[in-house]
């Protein structure tokens, strides 16, 4: 009899590499036995994988397996600190910060314009104030000690009024040859004129320097020889007694620094008639020659000191010194002009260096700024000259102008009120 045929078994399913596919957890609920199979996908083809690989994460129905990255850090150099947000070390040198968008350059408006263009006038003008203050510490030069015992009181000159006096010597530099020219010994003032200013007041008067008046102990003279016997002092005192008025400060014009100053100014528009002058003999002997056509020039230091000491005018012979003190007038209000027109601005610290030493007086620094404030504030007066009357005969056969009573009252009346 036939042994019975044992039942054929199904062939057992293909094991799948474990290397490859991990099993699931012994959790995770295995997945119907009769549950429909799908065809695998293709492979792709695998790049080798590096030697140390973390294993992967075993997939469970419906889950597909995150994506792997590969970190790479960055050199020291390029971050911007050891830490940051997500753990990577640190950010890049000029990323923002996190949770801010890109920087912006700030933008250019008026208004940053403006305050930029205040703070460049302020600092140019600080830098002016600090070099006037230190020139006229040390560079400028004072009267001599008798001058304060007849000068009269006076409040600060930009806040009350002040009558200033101004005056030009006649002494020239050793080895001059201009006629006439004093080198040594006493000198004559060469221009004398008041100036009233502050405290809202502006006014001029400028006194011929041939004026006859009473000196003591020389008798009648020349108000400019007041100079030679006593110097500033002894004027001062003279002129207060013929005009009744009172002076509280003096300003001298020191002629060797005063081309430095106009050349700090760079320079001044001069504009009158025909001046030719030949100065310490002119340029044939060493001296300087000025010849200025009628018109407008521009003039250098030189020659602006040139037309203040001019004497004789080759081109006005019977000019008077009424006709002489009318050109340094004109000079001096070109110097103003020039000091307060823009271009004079890009000028300012060597203007300031240089004006305390073109002048001699009894203001220290902070006093002659104001001085110099009020008479930049005040305006432009008209410049009034005390008028002669005629001439008179001195004993020394000079012959000198005379000025009535009446017009010396009105003209001292008049610069008070001015």
């Not at 002040?162 to 004093?182: H, M, Q, T, W, Y």
């Not at 405290?199 to 004026?211: N, Q």
Request: proline share 11%.
């Amino acid at each position: 009899m036939a042994e019975p045929r044992r039942p054929r078994l199904p062939p057992a399913p293909a094991a799948t590499p474990t290397a490859r596919t991990p099993r699931a957890p012994a959790k995770t609920p295995r997945a119907p036995a009769k549950a429909p199979r799908t065809a695998a996908p293709a492979k792709a083809p695998r790049t080798a994988a590096p030697a140390a690989a973390p294993a992967r994460t075993p997939r469970t129905a419906g889950t597909e397996e995150p994506p792997q990255y590969k970190r790479y850090r960055a050199r020291r150099h390029l971050r911007g600190g050891d830490g940051g947000s997500g753990g990577d070390g640190g950010t890049l040198i000029g990323a923002p910060p996190p949770g801010q968008g890109p920087r912006r350059r700030p933008r250019l408006t008026r208004r940053r314009i403006v305050v930029g263009v205040l703070a460049l006038v302020a600092g140019w003008l600080l830098l002016s104030l600090v070099l006037f203050l230190v020139s006229a510490q040390f560079g400028r030069n004072s009267p001599p000690g008798d001058v304060q015992g007849v000068l009269d009181p006076a409040g600060w000159p930009l806040t009350s009024a002040n009558n200033i006096l101004v005056l030009g010597s006649d002494r020239r530099p050793k080895g001059s040859k201009e006629p006439g020219a004093n080198t040594s010994g006493p000198s004559r003032s060469d221009s004398i004129m008041l100036i009233r200013t502050g405290g809202g007041h502006a006014a001029r008067l400028s006194i011929p320097r041939d004026t006859v008046v009473e000196i003591p102990g020389h008798g009648l003279q020349k108000i400019n020889a007041a100079y030679a016997f006593g110097g500033p002092a002894l004027s001062i005192s003279i002129i207060k007694r013929y005009l009744g008025v009172p002076i509280n400060h003096i300003v001298e014009v020191n002629f060797e620094n005063f081309p430095q100053l106009i050349d700090a100014m760079g320079g001044v528009d001069y504009t009158g008639g025909c001046i030719i002058s030949r100065l310490d003999g002119g340029f044939s002997r060493g001296g300087y020659t000025l010849h200025l056509p009628a018109g407008t020039h521009h003039l250098n230091g030189k020659q602006a000191l040139a037309l203040a000491r001019t004497r004789e005018n080759l081109c006005a012979p019977n000019e008077t010194d009424l006709d002489r003190a009318k050109h340094q007038q004109a000079l001096f209000q070109d110097m103003k002009s020039r000091l307060l027109s823009p271009s004079s601005f890009l000028r300012l610290p060597w203007i300031a260096w240089s004006a305390p030493p073109a002048i001699v007086s009894d203001m220290s620094g902070p006093t002659l700024l104001s001085l110099f404030a009020a008479l930049g504030t005040s305006g432009t007066p008209p410049t009034r000259l005390l008028k002669p009357a005629g001439s008179v005969t001195l004993p020394d056969g000079e012959v000198g102008l005379s000025v009535s009573e009446a017009e010396r009252r009105a003209a001292a009346a008049r610069f008070q009120a001015g």
